[in-house]
């Protein structure tokens, strides 16, 4: 055995960081990186001519299927999406995997204006439009992920069992706002429902402050 120290964080990327250090490795920034090529944005600027050169933001609509209780409401999202529309000229693209498609189609169904991509493009789609995007929203994905190692403004909503500073980025530059689901008697199982603790004014406050931030 071989026992490695490490400070009292639970953070996931602490831990792997310390063994690799004693296994050998050097020390980096607790920094992740992904470089999307030249390539990658040419494709989208073609695939999406009439509204990639417009600013947008990108709405994640959900995670995968076995942690479906960290998705925010739909109905939460309708009322943002037409809160935002309402009061930002920025385009609203919905993205998400083959299990978000029937969360986004709803969405879509109740504001029109949206362009809902949920199903419709690859990851490596998805990481061209979000190193373009002026902002992301997401619940915990691996696409919240996907867009700290961009570099994309995240705000990012977090169910209780998934503490937000065990997750996010530890780079003090990464430029994110994260909300925690707060409940005083968490209940078992986790419910579907649980993530309507976090309110559509708090998600508000934060996109207007980190848009404002961003301009």
């Not at 989208?44 to 994640?60: G, K, L």
């Not at 992301?136 to 867009?147: A, F, V, Y």
């Amino acid at each position: 055995a071989h026992p490695v120290k490490v400070r009292d964080t639970q953070h996931a990327v602490v831990l792997p960081l310390k063994v690799a250090q004693y296994a050998g490795g050097s020390a980096v920034p607790p920094r992740m990186v992904y470089e999307v090529k030249a390539d990658e944005l040419a494709a989208i600027r073609v695939r999406f001519a009439n509204w990639i050169d417009h600013p947008y933001v990108v709405f994640q609509t959900g995670g995968g299927r076995t942690l479906f209780w960290r998705d925010w409401p739909v109905e939460h999202y309708v009322t943002l999406i037409r809160w935002f529309s309402d009061r930002f000229a920025h385009k609203i693209i919905l993205t998400g995997g083959v299990e978000n498609v029937e969360r986004a189609s709803a969405m879509e169904r109740a504001c029109p204006e949206v362009i809902n991509l949920a199903g419709k493009t690859t990851l490596t789609e998805t990481a061209a439009l979000l190193h373009l995007a002026k902002m992301l929203l997401t619940t915990d994905t691996g696409i919240m992920h996907l867009g700290f190692a961009i570099g994309c403004p995240v705000v990012c909503l977090f169910h209780d069992l998934y503490p937000a500073t065990d997750y996010c980025p530890l780079d003090k530059s990464a430029r994110y706002v994260a909300l925690q689901l707060t409940r005083s008697h968490p209940q078992q199982p986790p419910s579907a429902r649980d993530m309507e603790g976090i309110s559509c004014e708090e998600v508000k406050h934060a996109i207007a402050a980190m848009l404002e931030c961003s301009q």
